[in-house]
């Protein structure tokens, strides 16, 4: 391989660091890759770090100590998050949306990977911080979000499920009560998935009154799991008093008139 100019490097660093998020490289990875000494390669993360700043695409965060190097952080600007969210609240406020119990039809946006991708990256801009070890969610809906998370923050997903697979071994099962339905259901999670000690962040798409997420704290009690956040797509503003205190949800479901044909949907207050 002959030379590698500047524009090239700094080129494949940026394409790198962008397809795995919260990754540490070290520059000894860059300075092979390339043929060019560390001082160089500091130069060029100089240039991309500015680059990104800039034009607001993120963060490239310096990490210190004998494991350090560099990694870049996907953390949507407050704009950008702001325009985003508010277009997607009012693509939720069609009336057609409504479901019968208070719900809404959200299922065909947050399958989409493009949509998918940006809640989970603002909602891993949240937690990013805590350093979690597996971000978990509940089957089915709360998947693509969750997963969208944890590549932002380049940890493994983890499902508990509401029936018992096979194929996953030996599980811990709990019985919880739905706050929307209250009605008892149970959750299941392979022993296998977590560790005693981890620290687990918990997507889930929607709350209401928060008891599956209460579900879900609960069962990571079990495994004497951490938990060091809840994160949302939508919570709704009624019942105020949710099973769980501390979340963040991305959007607030603030009405839903099933007879007027009326729904609102704002965005989360920290936006």
């Given at each position: 391989m002959g030379k590698i100019k500047r524009n090239e490097r700094i080129g494949a660093m940026?394409?790198?660091?962008?397809?795995?998020?919260?990754?540490?490289?070290?520059l000894n990875f860059f300075s092979e890759m390339f043929c060019a000494s560390k001082s160089t390669i500091s130069e060029d993360v100089d240039i991309i770090r500015g680059i990104f700043e800039r034009f607001q695409l993120g963060e490239i965060r310096t990490v210190t100590g004998a494991a350090g190097g560099i990694k870049y952080i996907a953390y949507p600007s407050r704009?950008?998050?702001?325009?985003?969210?508010?277009?997607?609240?009012?693509r939720l406020s069609q009336p057609d949306r409504i479901l019968p119990g208070g719900f809404i039809y959200m299922?065909?946006?947050i399958y989409m990977p493009e949509i998918a991708k940006t809640v989970g990256e603002i909602l891993a801009s949240q937690f990013?911080?805590?350093?979690?070890?597996?971000v978990i969610t509940?089957?089915?809906?709360?998947?693509?979000?969750?997963?969208?998370?944890?590549?932002?923050?380049?940890?493994?997903?983890?499902?508990?499920?509401?029936d018992n697979k096979v194929t996953e071994g030996s599980v811990v099962t709990i019985n919880y009560v739905s706050a929307s339905s209250n009605q008892i259901q149970t959750m299941s999670l392979p022993k296998r998935s977590v560790k005693k000690g981890q620290k687990g962040l918990i997507i889930d798409d929607?709350?209401?009154?928060?008891?599956?997420?209460k579900g879900i704290v609960d069962i990571l009690k079990e495994f004497e799991v951490e938990v060091v956040g809840v994160g949302v797509v939508i919570a709704t503003r009624q019942p105020e008093k949710k099973m769980i205190d501390k979340y963040k949800p991305l959007?607030?479901?603030d009405e839903i008139d099933q007879i007027n044909k009326k729904v609102?949907?704002?965005p989360a207050a920290w936006i």
């Open positions: 940026i394409k790198i660091l962008t397809d795995r998020p919260n990754y540490i490289y070290n704009e950008q998050s702001m325009i985003f969210v508010k277009d997607l609240c009012e299922t065909d946006l990013v911080q805590d350093d979690p070890d597996f509940v089957e089915t809906k709360g998947i693509p979000i969750a997963m969208m998370t944890a590549k932002a923050l380049d940890c493994p997903v983890v499902i508990a499920r509401r929607f709350m209401k009154g928060g008891g599956t997420v959007m607030i479901l609102v949907v704002t």
